[in-house]
């Protein structure tokens, strides 16, 4: 073994607690701060959304609307992360450091030559990419600008979500949510200044993210620059061959047209759903930042399976690997309910935050989210299943499940709506809760036979008595 590719004590011991802890506890330990910084992630949605809303409705609406094309182009990057993190990983829990190098390094730079490409592309002509994309002619006038200073913070968010996959495969999830806490707070702080001090337009929003952004960017290069570790950054390591960028690009391919599919989806339903109004599109965008309170920890917690997953496949235990995803599915399902249930408690209260006294505007909302919340169990159950899928590196499912989601249960509904009956904007949702509902249900179905499939490839007991004798291989 190289001394460049070189484990700490730290990520020694965490790889024998990831392939030898019990199982709970490993699950917990790893998810549980990634599900709190996805929860802050929520938060400062939320607090955008409500700072965005004191400039004016057609603002809040607005920032909703772009949100989703910045998803869309966020896939790229999201989903190399996601990718290349698998195979990360399953190198690390197999004990092959200096292939973990390479892959590290090879992502690296492969997430500059996707940012390089994104900025020569769209910055010329984002008036275009945005009447391309179906924006309406009321957001153009502030989201021009707006969207051209969220390209330069996304393409460093591209950076900080790599790092942050790779921090995630050694076990760091807590550093993870210190550093996320402080980008939220310096973040949230600027766009308070800017919003409520100084009386600024939704322009500054996207230039303190710009600005928050820059700091864990700063903090990642310090990380990764540190030499003679097996996870750190290094020229010479930059490998585009079959072994070591091939497996990254094939299982990062179906994960960014999954992710990208999804949110262009979303685009579509809210062009779908401005024939309700602009308003509605905004009461869309906040009814699932409500959601997000109960499907934001969901993500967390599939991040942290998916990484345990892989490690474990990669050390030769796929019983213990299936462990894993049983007790992610059980604490997912748990959260959900629970903050379901706060949020329809709280949903008069919740809606009133962001209607910025507009009982109308806070009505729609309501109207909304009733809907979408009876979706949150079964987002928990999709989530932890995909978690699995991505640690057995069956992004072609994930892929077909989200294709699903938006281009089955959810955009071909919205139209059956809008054609053959006269909701109106209840209609939008309903969509969001028979998308959600139905994408649980397929999730468990291929989940299902995913699993026995895994069973009789790595010679798993499946008796008929019970579903899986675990216990044996754990």
């Known amino acids: 073994m190289e001394s460049s590719a070189a484990l700490s004590k730290k990520d020694e011991k965490f790889r024998e607690f990831s392939l030898n802890g019990a199982p709970w506890k490993v699950v917990l ?50 989903g190399l992360a996601v990718g290349a993190g698998m195979k990360i990983s399953e190198a690390y829990g197999a ?29 010329p002509f984002t008036s275009e990419f945005l009447r391309l994309a179906g924006t309406p002619e009321e957001f153009m006038a502030d989201g021009v600008s707006y969207f051209r200073l969220d390209l330069i913070g996304m393409v460093i968010m591209f950076f900080n979500n790599v790092y942050i996959s790779v921090e995630r495969v050694r076990g760091n999830s807590r550093g993870i949510l210190y550093l996320n806490a402080m980008v939220i707070a310096v973040k949230l702080i600027l766009t308070a200044i800017f919003v409520y001090g100084f009386h600024m337009g939704i322009s500054m929003i996207a ?8 700091l864990m960017f700063a903090a990642a ?4 620059c540190q030499p003679g570790s097996a996870f750190g950054f290094s020229f010479s390591a930059i490998a585009f061959d079959k072994r070591v960028a091939l497996p990254v ?15 262009l989806g ?59 995803f049983f007790c992610t599915a059980a604490i997912n399902a748990g959260i959900s309910a629970v903050t379901m249930i706060f949020n329809l408690v709280f949903l008069p209260q919740i809606a009133w935050a962001f209607a910025q006294n507009d009982p109308a505007f806070q009505q729609l909302i309501m109207n909304i989210y009733q809907f979408e919340a009876w979706g949150a169990v079964p987002l928990g159950i999709n989530s932890a299943v995909v978690g699995m ?63 026995r499939q895994i069973c009789r490839e790595y010679h798993i007991s499946f008796p008929k008595n019970r579903l899986f004798r675990l216990r044996q291989a754990v």
């Open 29 to 78: 330990y790893v998810s549980l701060p990634l599900a709190l910084y996805q929860s802050l992630n929520q938060l400062f949605k939320i607090l955008d959304s409500m700072m965005a809303a004191h400039i004016s409705s057609s603002a809040v609406s607005t920032v909703s609307y772009l949100a989703q094309l910045d998803l869309t182009l966020a896939a790229l990057g999201g």
């Open 95 to 123: 004990g092959d450091l200096e292939l973990v190098k390479k892959r590290v390094s090879t992502l690296y730079a492969l997430c500059a030559a996707v940012s390089t490409l994104l900025l020569l592309v769209l910055l």
């Open 207 to 214: 230039a303190a993210t710009i600005i928050s952004q820059a």
């Open 221 to 224: 290069v310090f990380r990764i």
């Open 249 to 263: 690009l094939i299982i990062s391919g179906p994960v960014i047209v999954e992710k990208a599919a999804f949110s």
């Open 266 to 324: 979303k685009v579509l339903v809210n062009s779908m759903s401005t024939v309700y109004g602009a308003l509605t599109v905004g009461a869309l965008g906040i009814s699932n930042h409500i959601g997000g309170i109960s499907t934001s920890p969901h993500i967390g917690f599939q991040d942290g399976s998916s990484a345990i997953i892989s490690q474990n496949l990669g050390a030769g235990k796929p019983v213990r690997a299936l462990h894993i």
């Open 389 to 451: 899928l991505y640690g057995f590196g069956r992004t072609k499912s994930t892929l077909f499940i989200n294709f699903c989601r938006v281009f089955a249960f959810r955009i071909p509904v919205l139209w059956c709506l809008q054609t053959f009956t006269s909701l109106g904007s209840t209609s939008v949702g309903i969509v969001m809760g028979v998308s959600n509902i139905g994408v649980g249900l397929l999730s468990a179905v291929i989940g299902f036979f995913t699993i």
